[in-house]
């Protein structure tokens, strides 16, 4: 029986044994808290630098990272003060960068020492203009160096009821617009131009939404869409 009350002696030295003491615990702690504090100040570092340079994608990043793994950190209370800017400004961004690959640009030699210069971009959604189906639309903007300057636009089936002439709906974000259309006579194309060049130029540069608004031949007014908020219109620069 006297051998309990030892049994339980043992049981508690071992146990004290076992357990760390305080303050080496408080040190570790808090050296820990410093490392932890450290990393995200530098992360802070990273974000700031980021936001300086413009990278809102690369700024979002960091500061999302910095939330996530440091939530309790003085750096991620400072960051998350400007993250919902950070972040509008990052999809704003994404969002340009995808305007911007909706356009194709060419550049052809031409003759001896002339050059081609166009930007093209398809329809937002494909159109059906002769009753067999929706195919897309493209808008071509060119500078030939003999033909001049011409915007127009190219089907991929059926015809325009343009040859002549004819007036074009042109609707850039939300405002209407009235510009003359003409199909010339060739079937090297099916291709109908915008007499205005100049005025389709300066709304596609300018707008964000623009839908043109088109007769064909079987199919009556059919309308094409284009995202065109992302031209880079210095590409073509004898147009500005």
């Keep these: 029986m006297k051998l309990l009350p030892l049994a339980a002696a043992l049981c508690v030295l071992l146990t004290a044994c076992h357990q760390q003491d305080p303050e080496a615990a408080a040190q570790a702690a808090a050296a820990q808290t410093a490392a932890k504090e450290q990393a995200a ?79 093209a971009i ?27 300057r011409s915007a127009y636009l190219v089907l991929q089936a059926g015809d325009f009821d343009c040859y002549s002439g004819c007036k074009l709906k042109v609707v850039v974000d939300g405002k209407a617009h009235v510009l003359p259309g003409s199909r010339p006579k060739t079937d090297e194309a099916i291709a109908m131009f915008i007499d205005d060049w100049k005025g389709l130029w300066k709304l596609a540069k300018t707008g964000r939404q623009l839908s043109i608004e088109f007769p064909t031949k079987s199919a009556g007014k059919r309308t094409a869409q284009f995202e065109v908020g992302g031209l880079e219109a210095y590409k073509l620069p004898a147009w500005n």
Excluded: C
Excluded at 55 to 84: C, F, H, M
Excluded at 130 to 144: E, N
């Design 122 to 148: 398809y329809s937002q959604e494909p159109v059906d203009t002769d009753g067999s189906g929706a195919r897309p639309v493209r808008l071509i903007f060119r500078d030939h160096p003999a033909w001049g």
């Design 41 to 119: 100040e530098a992360m802070e570092k990273q974000f700031e630098d980021a936001v300086v340079s413009r990278n809102w994608r690369l700024a979002k990043g960091y500061g999302d990272v910095l939330q996530i793994d440091y939530p309790t950190s003085a750096a991620a209370a400072r960051v998350k003060e400007k993250l919902d800017d950070v972040r509008a400004s990052a999809e704003q961004e994404a969002q340009q960068q995808r305007l911007a690959a909706l356009w194709a640009y060419g550049d052809e030699p031409v003759g001896k020492s002339g050059h081609q210069l166009s930007a």
